[in-house]
């Protein structure tokens, strides 16, 4: 069974930084594709970003692009976000998910459960003060 666990939420002030940790277990494929989603208040979920643990391949979602940055440590089985230069609008809880990499990136994090990303973490609350 595969578990995934978040850490690194918090308070943040606008314009700051905040790393999220992925602790991930159990894959039982060997071609896996961890993405991070987000989901704040009233609003639907969003696919934030999304990597190949293989390849290192990334993927970024337009609102994040050239602010946060995805990465993974494979012999500790984690994967990172690093956020900078946050805004209020950032403010959400933070998912991961994993799945095979059946499908490329984008389209992982655009339908994650089309492509079998069905194993989720329980989210960190991230939130930025104006």
């Known amino acids: 069974e595969v578990q995934l666990v978040e850490s690194g939420g918090g308070l943040v002030q606008t314009g700051g930084s905040l790393r999220l940790s992925c602790a991930a277990s159990?894959?039982?494929?060997?071609?896996?594709?961890i993405g991070w989603f987000r989901q704040a208040p009233g609003k639907e979920r969003e696919g934030v970003s999304c990597i190949s643990r293989s390849e290192g391949s990334t993927y970024y979602a337009d609102s994040v692009k050239g602010r946060f940055t995805i990465s993974s440590d494979n012999a500790k089985n984690t994967v990172y976000l690093q956020m900078n230069s946050l805004k209020p609008e950032d403010t959400a809880v933070y998912y991961c998910?994993?799945?095979?990499?059946?499908?490329?990136?984008?389209?992982?994090?655009?339908?994650?459960?089309?492509?079998?990303?069905?194993?989720w973490g329980k989210g960190t609350l991230v939130t930025v003060s104006s």
């Open positions: 159990g894959f039982t494929f060997e071609d896996v594709a």
């Open positions: 998910a994993a799945g095979e990499y059946s499908a490329p990136l984008r389209e992982l994090l655009l339908s994650p459960a089309s492509y079998g990303m069905d194993s």
